[in-house]
């Protein structure tokens, strides 16, 4: 019977039976064939609802845990809460929106090919995050970790999950794929899943701050923009990689569009697509609690959501220790505890929560006895400092903004031009400015 299966004429010696189970068998194979090419969503932009839901309904038990299953379908449901339609409705207009700059763009099949992003996803397989580094990552993947209990000890909120743990722990019950994978696109199309973007111009420069004025990147990356960009640069710079400028960290940046780019700074639109992966909600970084909270209430999870409102101190306290502990991954010479601590006062003006006007108190922290003090004598004075200042939410936006823009400023407009190009879709997708005045008009360089 078996050597019998290979050849056609064959099938004269089966019983009426046995032909039956092998044109089901036939019939079986050819449908899921058909349908699995109709379904394949890998190389068409997704647009159509119908599709999605014809596909969703025939390839939901693959997919989807029956609990989850009702909900790809709350698009045509009726919600009883307003506010939460209408917030619905501006998170369709968004999705909306980048799917018709996605089909209007030519630029679009190029990056088929250059889709490096990963998403974070349950076993069960039914909720998908797209990682996008310097959008609020570290919040969405302590949510993670907490709902599908991937944590050590008992956390009683995600933000109890330590940042380290967070980024570094292993993973259990989270698995990880790979957004360039053929069947990952697929795959998304029948789980309910989310993004996050970021305006271009202020996620570079929080990169910039966070990685390498910080001392995170100067064993890696950092090493890698001097070597490119800077010409003569002295073996000091060259082993340590502590003095990178804005202007150089952007020259690299657009120098390194044509390859893999370093998730940091890689643009959005090339980490999660959306022009090639179904999403059901895009977050924005400008918007972000309210769009985290619509989120989670939406994925019946507003639960979490009072407890991931204001945790600046924990975050301070963090950022200090984390950059403190790179002293023992870094070349002998090239870390200084109070270069450092200067740094970081400066990147937390930067980020609003130390008033620009308040000077780094070098003095006092002068006055440690022992060097492995530093740390602490500073985190005392950025705490103290933090909870005395008494700025609206308006000032430290403003504050934030006169650093940004000034930063900008410095940068050659004909830099900041090729800088727009690299990021042109994600400006074109997420409806960004791409050519904002206060950075592109240049009162004293006219001539
Ligand atoms: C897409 O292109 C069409 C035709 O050129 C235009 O009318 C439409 O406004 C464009 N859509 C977006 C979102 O830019
Ligand atoms: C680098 O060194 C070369 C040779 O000494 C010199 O001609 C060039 O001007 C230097 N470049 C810069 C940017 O200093
Ligand atoms: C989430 O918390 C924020 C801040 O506490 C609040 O403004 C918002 O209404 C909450 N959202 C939901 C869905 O409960
Ligand atoms: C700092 O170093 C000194 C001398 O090496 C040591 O006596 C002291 O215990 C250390 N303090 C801390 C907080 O590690």
């Not at 998403?119 to 039914?126: E, F, L, R, V």
């Not at 918007?287 to 619509?294: I, K, L, M, T, V």
């Not at 103290?384 to 939410?393: C, G, I, P, V």
Request: charged content about 25%; some cysteine.
């Amino acid at each position: 019977m078996a050597r019998c299966m290979k050849t056609a004429n064959c099938v004269a010696i089966l019983t009426l039976g046995q032909m039956i189970v092998v044109f089901i068998f036939i019939g079986v194979r050819w449908q899921t064939a058909d349908h699995v090419s109709f379904c394949d969503l890998s190389n068409r932009i997704i647009q159509d609802p119908d599709v999605i839901e014809k596909c969703y309904k025939l390839l939901q038990n693959k997919y989807f845990t029956p609990n989850m299953a009702s909900d790809s379908t709350r698009i045509l449901s009726t919600s009883t809460n307003k506010l939460h339609d209408e917030k619905w409705k501006s998170m369709r207009q968004r999705i909306d929106f980048a799917l018709e700059k996605c089909s209007n763009s030519s630029d679009v099949k190029d990056i088929t090919d250059r889709i490096q992003g990963i998403a974070w996803t349950s076993s069960s397989g039914n909720l998908a995050y797209c990682v996008t580094p310097k959008v609020g990552c570290t919040y969405w993947k302590r949510v993670f970790r907490f709902i599908y209990r991937d944590f050590n000890g008992t956390p009683k909120s995600p933000v109890d999950i330590p940042r380290m743990y967070t980024h570094y722990g292993p993973l259990k019950n989270i698995k990880l794929f790979q957004l360039s994978e053929p069947a990952a696109r697929t795959k998304m199309a029948y789980m309910k899943a989310f993004m996050f973007t970021r305006n271009p111009y202020t996620r570079l420069w929080s990169a910039y701050i966070d990685k390498y004025f910080l001392p995170d990147f100067w064993r890696t990356d950092a090493k890698n923009v001097v070597l490119s960009v800077r010409e003569n640069a002295t073996s000091y710079s060259k082993r340590c990689a502590n003095d990178v400028t804005f202007e150089e960290f952007l020259t690299y940046v657009v120098r390194m569009s044509g390859s893999r780019m370093n998730e940091h700074y890689v643009p959005v639109h090339r980490l999660c697509s959306p022009c090639h992966m179904k999403f059901d909600y895009i977050g924005k970084q400008e918007s972000f609690s309210a769009d985290a909270s619509f989120i989670l209430d939406d994925l019946g999870l507003g639960y979490l959501n009072t407890s991931l409102a204001d945790h600046v101190t924990e975050e301070l306290k963090t950022l200090i220790t984390y950059n403190f502990k790179l002293k023992t991954h870094l070349l002998s010479g090239c870390f200084h505890e109070l270069d450092v601590a200067r740094r970081l006062w400066l990147a937390f003006q930067i980020n609003g929560y130390i008033p620009s006007e308040v000077n780094f108190p070098k003095a006092e922290i002068m006055k440690v006895r022992h060097l492995n003090e530093t740390e602490a004598v500073f985190a005392k004075l950025v705490l103290n400092q933090y909870t005395s200042s008494k700025k609206s939410s308006t000032e430290w936006k403003e504050q934030r903004k006169r650093y940004f823009v000034s930063a900008y400023q410095n940068v050659p407009l004909s830099l900041l031009e090729d800088v727009r190009d690299v990021f042109q879709l994600d400006f074109d997708i997420f409806n960004y400015e791409s050519e904002p005045e206060e950075l592109f008009y240049r009162p004293a360089s006219d001539n």
